[in-house]
């Protein structure tokens, strides 16, 4: 009786030793097999008390030794395996190598590399601030008080349960993070996102990109703002590039202007995207309202300040000749391939 035991055990563990494997399903069989909750060594186990005493203890070490051998050439079998299916995987030198696509910069950088690098050869900074901004920067200290109507004019995604923060819709809320920290002279264009609640359109979306200009110093007149929106429209547009100023009106600066720039008429579309005019306006602009200076903490009397703000979408579907302004925002790579060279 306790003959055919030790036999049993004994052909376990020779099985266990005779054991290869070539494919995880064998190894999980091996497992259940084994070391499971069913295993064979199990009920052997419990034959221990039915061995004669003489020799239980050799039984009992025996079939010990056959467990850890049981858990060792799993762990063997199970590395051997890893082993395998790793190699299958890097050796294979007759594979065709992964195609190497080269990345492609977006539309709305590469205008926008070329605004900073333009406003960076007269010596204008970048400055970035928060997307997440704070009622005061957006609206307040730009001269935006609590109702004032100009605040129905940029439909605003408040956070929720707050009518403290909101998403900042235009890229001002920057003029006053830098005037709060920094004395005149101050010489910045600050790009950046931008948010409005407006029903998406071939024209419009709810978000998109503005770089803002703000040049804060002693004696900073209205003809020093025309000639740098001058040289910036000749650098973007052509040295023939015509401009015009028409007066406007935005809270933040005092007198304000819109840009035009002169499109021409040569066919149907320029028609179209110039109402008729021929001239396209691409930017606001004015002197800082002394309102403004004052609210950020910079001495009205001494400092004065011109200030402009253009949106990005407008000049790049403009450059591209791109018809919707969905196209920018939707990530799709067929239309994204195509900017593969630019800039
Ligand atoms: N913040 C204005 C807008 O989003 C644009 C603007 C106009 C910015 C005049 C300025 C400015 O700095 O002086 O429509």
């Known amino acids: ?92 030198v007759t594979a065709p190598g992964e195609p190497v696509y080269p990345g492609a910069r977006h539309p709305i950088a590469i205008t926008l ?47 929720k349960d707050s009518s403290q923060y909101l998403l900042r819709t235009h890229t001002s809320s920057v003029q006053s993070r830098v005037m709060t920290k920094t004395q005149p002279p101050i010489r910045i264009i600050a790009p950046g996102r931008v948010f409005r609640n407006e029903t998406i359109s071939a024209r419009s979306h709810c978000q998109f990109h503005q770089v803002e200009g703000l040049y804060v110093d002693k004696g900073v007149s209205f003809k020093d703002m025309k000639q740098t929106l001058y040289y910036y429209a000749q650098e973007q547009y052509g040295k023939d590039v015509k401009i015009r100023l028409r007066p406007s009106f935005f809270p933040f600066t005092e007198p304000s202007a819109e840009m035009d720039v002169y499109w021409g008429l040569n066919n149907e579309h320029d028609y179209r995207i110039t109402k008729g005019t021929g001239w396209l306006e691409i930017l606001g602009c004015g002197m800082v309202d002394p309102n403004v200076l004052e609210s950020c903490g910079i001495d009205s009397e001494k400092y004065t300040g011109f200030a402009f703000g253009m949106g990005i979408e407008r000049q790049a579907m403009l450059k591209y000749k791109i018809s919707d302004i969905r196209y920018l925002f939707e990530n799709d790579v067929r239309f994204l391939n195509q900017f593969t060279s630019a800039l």
Do not use: C
Not at 121 to 131: H, L, P, Q, S, T
């Open 1 to 92: 009786m306790s003959n055919s035991l030790f036999d049993q055990v004994q052909s376990i563990q020779q099985d266990i030793a005779n054991t290869s494997l070539d494919n995880l399903e064998a190894l999980e069989a091996f497992r259940i097999k084994l070391l499971g909750s069913k295993n064979i060594l199990k009920p052997l186990f419990a034959e221990i008390r039915n061995i004669e005493p003489a020799r239980r203890k050799e039984f009992g070490l025996l079939i010990n030794e056959v467990k850890s051998q049981a858990e060792e050439k799993y762990q063997a079998l199970q590395k051997e395996l890893a082993g395998v299916q790793q190699d299958q995987h890097t050796i294979d």
């Open 113 to 159: 590399n070329r605004i900073i690098e333009i406003f960076a050869k007269i010596g204008f900074n970048v400055a970035y601030d928060r997307e997440i901004e704070d009622d005061w920067h957006n609206f307040t200290s730009m001269n935006t008080p609590e109702d004032h109507p100009a605040r129905d004019m940029q439909d605003t995604f408040y956070l």
